[in-house]
């Protein structure tokens, strides 16, 4: 691994005591802000970056140990991200307000982010969001598949303090290359796998994943959005689902469709979305749809002005 060959597309910037690294592009207001999945950082946002630049600023960024960002102290809540992203755009200079658009597990900073700075908030976009009562309801399968994604973790975190994280991808061939690196240019592609994979990226995996508890804790005790413009956008095919049972799978299925329908209910002023092509990464298979629920946000906040 050399991620030195890749410098940032951002900069990095203090937070107090550890840099995030931000990458912005375009102008105008409201700001967008993307917020990741779990596993996921600022190039997985970048088909969608590409064009939303185009009629407003978009903000991408690297949670702590994600990407180019430093590693950042436990517990690696949403509430500590939070508080994080909060110092990031204001010490960068991003002017308020923001549309906060939050996929799976950065549903929950989107929406905490919300709650706790609403001066500052012009809407929320949530991308198959994680709702904090979805542990609680899935069936068994489910916590199968978050044991064996931490034991995962585990072991590529050993394997790449070993350095023998390059003969593994040569062993797993093609399957080896996450879909957001095929879908971009072979420059940005090379450095999502040189910068993306370091130790510290499998190490914030497992202690995001050690905190998603109280994260989900965090969301539950943030009540409601009110009135605050929200866009819903679910997944059309299941496919988070695939390693399951076939019946556990279509109980799967119904549990996180309801709990869609729940976030939905967060705010009086909301819509909601089916990405019909998509699985999970609604901005990798699906970014044009993500770019225009951006665009008619923008809009229509620019409108309300």
């Given amino acids: 691994m050399n991620p030195e060959k890749y410098p ?22 409201p700001a967008v802000v993307f917020e990741s999945g779990g596993a996921s950082w600022s190039l997985d946002w970048h088909s969608v970056q590409v064009e939303a630049a185009k009629f407003t600023q978009v903000c991408s960024y690297d949670r702590a140990g994600f990407g180019w960002s430093d590693p950042g102290p436990t517990p690696r809540t949403a509430g500590k991200i939070t508080e994080e992203l909060h110092s990031l755009l204001a010490n960068a200079g991003v002017a308020k307000p923001y549309i906060l658009v939050g996929a799976s597990f950065g549903g929950h900073v989107a929406r905490l982010f919300a709650k ?4 500052e908030t012009a809407g929320v976009i949530l991308l198959d969001a994680r709702h904090e009562d979805l542990d609680s309801k899935m069936p068994p399968a489910w916590k199968n598949i978050e044991k064996a994604g931490g ?16 003969a593994l991808g040569k062993f797993a061939g093609e399957n080896a290359v996450p879909p957001a690196a095929k879908k971009l240019p072979p420059d940005l592609s090379a450095a999502y796998m040189e910068v993306g994979f370091q130790s510290k990226y499998f190490r ?36 988070i689902f695939s390693r399951m049972p076939a019946a556990q799978a279509i109980q ?20 909601s979305i089916t990405a019909e092509n998509s699985g999970h990464g609604i901005q990798l298979e699906q970014p044009e749809l993500v770019v225009e629920a951006i665009r008619q946000m923008v809009d229509k906040i620019r409108a309300g002005r």
């Avoid at 203090?14 to 690294?21: K, S, Y």
């Avoid at 034991?151 to 390059?166: H, M, Q, V, W």
Wanted: zero cysteines; charged letters at 25%; hydrophobic letters at 35%.
């Fill in 151 to 166: 034991t995962i973790y585990r072991i590529l975190l050993l394997a790449s303090r070993l350095g023998l994280l390059k």
């Fill in 252 to 271: 799967a299925e119904q549990v996180w469709q309801e709990m869609q329908t729940r976030l939905e209910g967060l705010s009086s002023d909301s819509r």
């Fill in 116 to 119: 706790k700075y609403p001066a």
């Fill in 8 to 29: 940032s597309m951002g900069r990095l910037v203090d937070v107090g005591g550890h840099r995030l690294h931000i990458h912005s592009t375009g102008t105008g207001s």
């Fill in 204 to 239: 914030a995996n497992l202690d995001e994943l050690a905190a998603v508890r109280e994260s989900d804790k965090q969301a539950a005790e943030s009540g409601p959005l009110r009135n605050l413009p929200l866009t819903v956008i679910r997944h059309g095919i299941p496919d």
